[in-house]
């Protein structure tokens, strides 16, 4: 699992994380669709799960509060979190965005990015893979991450 870089001014604790099983399909995606996002939005059904989409395909705005930045490593490349990259080398950055209006309702919480069995509408690039991203939860206090 790897938290993302602290990307709100002010702040010293990451907000959101992935799980390892997220970072191997994270991997696989990008292989597909180049750099990738997520973007998390209010809502209901999948407008409440993280959003996956070839990275300038959703258009933030002053609306979006960009939460974090994964810089996940390309598989079986131990390379250096935190140095941007290409695909195929250390640093591949993945923007997560939460609208502004949700993320007034989750700035008490960090958030893990999970994937489980599944297929989830709407146009997350995961779908055709059978799986879906799914958002876990936890107290921004809460020293032990979600596992």
Not at 25 to 53: E, I, N, V
């Amino acid at each position: 699992m790897i938290d993302a870089a602290v990307v709100i001014d002010g702040e010293s604790q990451s907000r959101v994380a992935l799980t390892d099983a997220s970072i191997d399909l994270l991997h696989l995606l990008w292989g597909k669709y180049g750099p990738l996002m997520f973007h998390q939005s209010g809502g209901c059904c999948d407008g409440s799960s993280p959003m996956c989409y070839p990275a300038g395909d959703f258009i933030t705005s002053d609306a979006d509060v960009l939460l974090g930045r994964f810089d996940i490593a390309a598989p079986g490349d131990p390379g250096t979190p935190g140095t941007p990259g290409t695909p195929g080398t250390p640093g591949q950055p993945i923007d997560f965005w939460m609208s502004r209006e949700q993320f007034a309702y989750w700035s008490h919480t960090h958030l893990t990015v999970d994937v489980v069995p599944g297929r989830g509408s709407g146009f997350s690039v995961e779908g055709p893979e059978g799986l879906r991203f799914l958002i876990r939860s936890r107290l921004m206090d809460d020293a032990q991450p979600f596992r």
